[in-house]
Nanobody
């Protein structure tokens, strides 16, 4: 069973930055981290979970409209880790952020809270 562990969340003032990390382990036989499309989702209180950013095994990324130009997703296939650098944070970015690994099966991390407030 693939395990995803997020870290790096916390309280930050508007305009600040945070970098989230998601470390993956426990891949099935025949699979490696680079076989997975990696995604960051977020879920604000009372809202549906939404896709924030995606990165392919080759490093091609896509972003939700609301974070384009502010967030950067990256991955290190040697360290089995995906990152989300969040700049110019806004109060509306407050949410629990989840890491997701997508291949023949889909796996989720436990989430990390990001709170943007003065």
């Amino acid at each position: 069973q693939v395990q995803l562990v997020e870290s790096g969340g916390g309280l930050v003032q508007p305009g600040g930055s945070l970098r989230l990390s998601c470390a993956a382990s426990g891949f099935p036989v025949g699979f490696t981290f680079s076989d997975y499309l990696m995604n960051w989702y977020r879920q604000a209180a009372g809202q549906q979970r939404e896709l924030v950013a995606t990165i392919t095994r080759d490093g091609i990324s896509n972003y939700a409209d609301g974070v384009k130009g502010r967030f950067i997703i990256s991955r290190d296939n040697r360290k089995n880790t995906v990152y989300l650098l969040m700049n110019s944070l806004k109060p509306e970015d407050t949410a629990v952020y989840y890491c997701n690994a997508d291949s023949s099966s889909v796996y989720w991390g436990q989430g990390t809270q990001v709170t943007v407030s003065s």
